[in-house]
């Protein structure tokens, strides 16, 4: 259970470098309506929640020690007004209003230029602008800038009941619909004291992994794309609408929108149908194998992703980036592996043997963990699924966190409960967390390898926006 | 490669859609105008193998100048209101718009009231309505063709639509990048 801790905003600082020295770990921080101002820490005993209330909206700054709070801040003073002292440029994130410069990393030189792409894409792509500073074809510099989806969903699911809430978070983002609503259900249930029976932690675990095996498939077939190999991304693409037409047989629905609620599990499956799901992933593997053996064999489009868009190991720990993203770099953390309301027992994230942080590697990791989801997914569905509720342990503090592995990673859902109504909704997705990694890896490679670079990470726009 | 190819041609002939009843070449810009990436998801199945929405002469194209349809995705959020609108200045006439998911048709938009500068009808003549939260590829596919189908049979439509290519370019005055002149039409 989470206990929201509180401490003087001055002593923030010092709080935060002693739990984290004692191993904890950065994984959020939101400000709330009232000037107050969270910071949520995974420790080996659970999620901490340090709050304060920052006099006259300033407080000290923690992006010297926590690299990974960076945009957290920049949020929190775009949106809530709060004044970060050490943060210095605080950059502008959300607001669209600042001059050029006021978002922008200043760049100078000769030959120096920038590049504007966005919010428009080419193609069937989501909305977001991106300014490169080069010089020539080479990239020294990239400022993304999102947030033209914000959608407000965070302050328009507040004052709402906590099952009316839901989705709120389920439509940040279609494709993560799972993991935001679980993370979402865990974290309500988290701050009012519920917890999920066997049971109930077998059927989100499952569509959870179901969610992972379409977004694997999409992102692997993303990467072909990037490189212009047809063949692997339409193999892949109809890999992924095949996964996501057993979701709809199973569930209703091809995201699976609705297989998620609070305080219960709706989904069911009787023993015919989980067999037949079971018997249809096993086919499908069979053919993602398959066509995947195929791409390890096409030299022209292997040769396109060594050494490009390398993100390090120092660089992924120094941003705090997660996922699969993270884990082709070298740091294997998996949030399935600390799990306990779901059915990860055992769980042992993937890693590559050599984990270079290129293209490379995000493509072949996207694999490995394929392979995890199919297993995992195999054993789930070995027993039919029925109805079940969790069941009231001691009651919560009112604040709640829930942490869950999306297929982009860790993903963050903090909840703040008053007499039984959401007071404060925030999610910090996956790709929240990679977008300022996304954008140091794309440094010093050219300009027409930046899809192929997005395209390994394959964040979401919409999730970050709300 | 082999396994990719036979795979592809096993599933070509599974695809379902019924044949196009008539010849046309249009070419479609896509806008997000703030999704939840769920009718983007979908929308790029439509140019794959399975459902290969290029046989009945519709296309995906980078440039709003080389478009005949808008597709909109979306609730349209302040922030792509001018892109949007920039977009759709941009391309050259007759055109259409088409609203692809229940978002872009203001049906159960769930968003804080003071970020949004849709529903898409207010802001541009909507041609073509495609419900669904999302919409499966092939319902996009179905919806796009009995949009047309309808457009072109019927008489009050004939001059918004030219399925050959008799297009106009944009009218100087109101191109790219020109926004903020355009009067919705009555539709
Ligand atoms: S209609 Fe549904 S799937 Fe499409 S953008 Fe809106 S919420 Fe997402």
Redo the contacts with the bound molecule.
Sequence with gaps: MTVPELIDARELRTALTGTLESGARFVGAWATADGGWRVALATVQGTRVLVCTPAGGRVDSIVQTVGAAVWDEREAHDLYGLEFDGHEPLRTLVDHSAALEAWTTPVRGGGVHQVAVGPIHAGVIESGHFRFHCVGDRILALDPRLFYKHRGLERAAEGRGYGQALPYAA?AC?ACSVANTVAYAQAVEDAVGLWPPAELRRQRTLLLELERAYNHLNDIGAVCAGVGFAPGSMAFAVLKDRAQELCRQAFGHRFLFGAVAVGHGPATLDAAQADALRAQLRELRADAAAAWRDLEFSASLQARLDGVGVLSHDRALQFGAVGPAARASGVVRDVRTDSPRLAYMGFVPASLPQAGGDVAARFQIRAAELEATWELLDGLLSEPLTRSAATWQEPGGGVGVGRVESPRGETVCMVELAAGRVARLHLRSASYANWPALADATAGNLLPDFPLINKSFELCYACVDR | MFVLLRQLRTIRREASLRPGDEPRWLAIRHVDAG?????EHELALLGGPLHDIQRFGLDIVASPRHADILLV???VTTRMAQPLQIAYEAMPTPRLVAAL????LGCNVLADRDQLAGPLSELLPVDIRIP???PSPESIAAGLLDGLRAITQHPAHSSRVSTTRDRRPPQSGTVWPGHGNHQPKEH
Excluded: F, I, L, V
């Design positions: 439509r279609a | 999704s939840c990436n769920g009718c995705t979306g609730p998911g229940d978002c872009a669904g939260c999302p």
